[in-house]
T-cell receptor, first 114, second 114 residues
């Protein structure tokens, strides 16, 4: 079956602009995760969803970051007023249920903020 | 914050040789997962080993887990040039509120020379 997909694959934006990153999880997976991979920080957890709910937003780097999930499926990660330090690969993963299960990752969105 | 430390950071071997990568972590875990990443993009899941398991095999891969030493190893036997990639361990901590949050190590870069 289809894996996790993300769009766009690459995004170049100017500092101060808003960007929206999209994740389509594997059908039927109730849990969805966002991670970020940057040179200085490695792979870091950002936020998780159980269904449409994101109970803990403390992993988001700043209040410029927000995420939502609708219909228990597609999720979007929005970064407002982008900064150069936001440049990274943003990875989405999904799993059948929350916790204790294999997480399947998408190909990522490479974001470059100029 | 990164929980896992991987050793070595880089490994270069000849095709046909075995490659061993080690991962150490700091807290009690539910499970540990190994991933492969090519060219800085999506993560490919290799093996999940639960805290009550000591060893798992998948094809040419063998993973061990020693919870008393808080360490894991990934062995790739009869390596191929196509195994060239970065390998990451990721732990799901007990007490993470059953969020499924994965904490990644810094990774081992493996180069297999033909």
């Amino acid at each position: 079956g289809a894996g996790v997909s993300q769009s766009p694959s690459n995004k170049v934006t100017e500092k101060g602009k808003d960007v929206e990153l999209r994740c389509d999880p594997i059908s039927g997976h109730t849990a969805l995760y966002w991670y970020r991979q940057s040179l200085g920080q490695g792979l870091e957890f950002l936020i998780y969803f159980q269904g449409n709910s994101a109970p803990d937003k403390s992993g988001l780097p700043s209040d410029r970051f927000s995420a939502e999930r609708t219909g228990g499926s597609v999720s979007t990660l929005t970064i407002q007023r982008t900064q150069q330090e936001d440049s990274a690969v943003y990875l989405c993963a999904s799993s059948v249920t929350l916790a204790g299960e294999t997480q399947y990752f998408g190909p990522g969105t490479r974001l470059l903020v100029l | 914050s990164q929980q896992g430390e991987e050793d070595p950071q880089a490994l270069s071997i000849q095709e046909g040789e075995n490659a061993t990568m080690n991962c150490s972590y700091k807290t009690s875990i539910n499970n540990l997962q190994w991933y492969r990443q090519n060219s800085g993009r999506g993560l490919v899941h290799l093996i999940l080993i639960r805290s009550n398991e000591r060893e798992k095999h998948s094809g040419r891969l063998r993973v061990t887990l020693d919870t008393s030493k808080k360490s894991s190893s990934l062995l790739i036997t009869a390596s191929r040039a196509a195994d060239t990639a970065s390998y990451f361990c990721a732990t799901e901590e007990i007490g993470s509120g059953n969020t499924g949050k994965l904490i990644f190590g810094q990774g081992t870069t493996l180069q297999v020379k033909p």
